[in-house]
Protein backbone atom coordinates (compact mmCIF):
# COMPACT_ATOMS: atom_id res chain seq x y z
CA UNK A 1 0.00 0.00 0.00
CA UNK A 2 1.02 3.03 -0.97
CA UNK A 3 1.39 6.03 2.12
CA UNK A 4 -0.22 9.34 1.84
CA UNK A 5 1.48 12.35 2.83
CA UNK A 6 -0.79 15.59 4.22
CA UNK A 7 0.52 18.97 4.78
CA UNK A 8 -1.37 21.30 6.92
CA UNK A 9 -1.50 24.16 8.71
CA UNK A 10 -3.45 22.84 11.77
CA UNK A 11 -1.43 22.31 15.42
CA UNK A 12 -4.52 20.79 16.81
CA UNK A 13 -6.66 23.54 17.86
CA UNK A 14 -8.56 23.79 14.64
CA UNK A 15 -7.83 26.36 11.99
CA UNK A 16 -5.23 29.02 13.02
CA UNK A 17 -5.31 30.86 9.43
CA UNK A 18 -7.74 31.96 7.04
CA UNK A 19 -7.62 32.54 3.20
CA UNK A 20 -8.77 36.29 2.39
CA UNK A 21 -9.45 37.31 -0.75
CA UNK A 22 -9.24 41.27 -1.03
CA UNK A 23 -10.83 43.31 -4.26
CA UNK A 24 -8.19 46.36 -5.40
CA UNK A 25 -8.03 48.39 -8.40
CA UNK A 26 -5.30 47.95 -10.71
CA UNK A 27 -3.41 51.70 -10.97
CA UNK A 28 -2.05 51.03 -14.06
CA UNK A 29 -5.03 49.29 -15.91
CA UNK A 30 -8.33 50.53 -13.93
CA UNK A 31 -9.01 46.92 -13.62
CA UNK A 32 -10.12 45.04 -10.72
CA UNK A 33 -7.88 42.43 -9.38
CA UNK A 34 -8.39 39.96 -6.66
CA UNK A 35 -5.33 39.45 -3.67
CA UNK A 36 -5.85 35.87 -1.55
CA UNK A 37 -3.42 35.77 1.06
CA UNK A 38 -3.18 33.68 4.09
CA UNK A 39 -3.79 35.26 7.18
CA UNK A 40 -3.24 34.10 11.05
CA UNK A 41 -7.00 34.43 12.41
CA UNK A 42 -5.93 37.16 15.01
CA UNK A 43 -5.66 39.24 11.59
CA UNK A 44 -7.99 39.16 9.28
CA UNK A 45 -9.77 42.70 10.48
CA UNK A 46 -6.06 44.48 10.68
CA UNK A 47 -5.75 43.00 6.95
CA UNK A 48 -8.75 44.63 5.52
CA UNK A 49 -7.99 48.01 7.07
CA UNK A 50 -5.34 48.95 4.94
Do not use: W
Amino acid sequence: MAKKAVATFKTGEGRTYSKVIKMVKSPKTGAYVFQEEMVPNDGVKDYFKK
